[in-house]
Nanobody, 115 residues
C-alpha cells in the first residue's frame, strides 16, 4: 500500500512564504507523476503543479508563475514553494501520486493566507 502525506500548511500573511512537502512511501514505490492540487471552500479542486519522473514540470493556469514544484532525487518527496502568497491561495492542498498501479491522494494540508 502506497502512503501519501502532506505537511507544511499553516497560517501566513499576504506576501509570506510557504513550502509544502509531500512524502510518499510503499513497497516497490514508483512515481510516474507527483502533483499538487488545491481546493477552496465551495470551489472545485484544481490543478496547481506537477512534475514527471523525467523532470518535466507543468503548472496550472491559476498559478500564474507564483508556485515552484520540485522533488528529491529519490522521487519520494515533492515540494511546492510560494514566496508571495495571496489570500486567493487559501485552500486545502492535496498531493497526488500517479503510479503504475493507480493514483494515490494524500489527506491534504490547510493553507490559510490572511489579508
Amino acid at each position: 500500500q502506497v502512503q501519501v502525506v502532506e505537511s507544511g500548511g499553516g497560517l501566513v500573511q499576504t506576501g509570506g512564504s510557504l513550502r509544502l512537502s509531500c512524502e510518499a512511501s510503499g513497497s516497490r514505490f514508483t512515481a510516474q507523476v507527483m502533483a499538487w492540487y488545491r481546493q477552496a471552500p465551495g470551489k472545485e479542486r484544481e490543478f496547481v503543479a506537477g512534475i514527471y519522473s523525467n523532470g518535466i514540470t507543468k503548472y496550472g493556469d491559476s498559478v500564474k508563475d507564483r508556485f515552484t514544484i520540485s522533488r528529491d532525487k529519490a522521487q519520494k518527496t515533492v515540494y511546492l514553494q510560494n514566496n508571495s502568497l495571496k489570500p486567493e491561495d487559501t485552500a486545502v492542498y492535496y498531493c497526488k501520486i500517479i503510479t503504475p498501479w493507480g493514483d494515490v491522494w494524500g489527506p491534504g494540508t490547510q493553507v490559510t493566507v490572511s489579508s
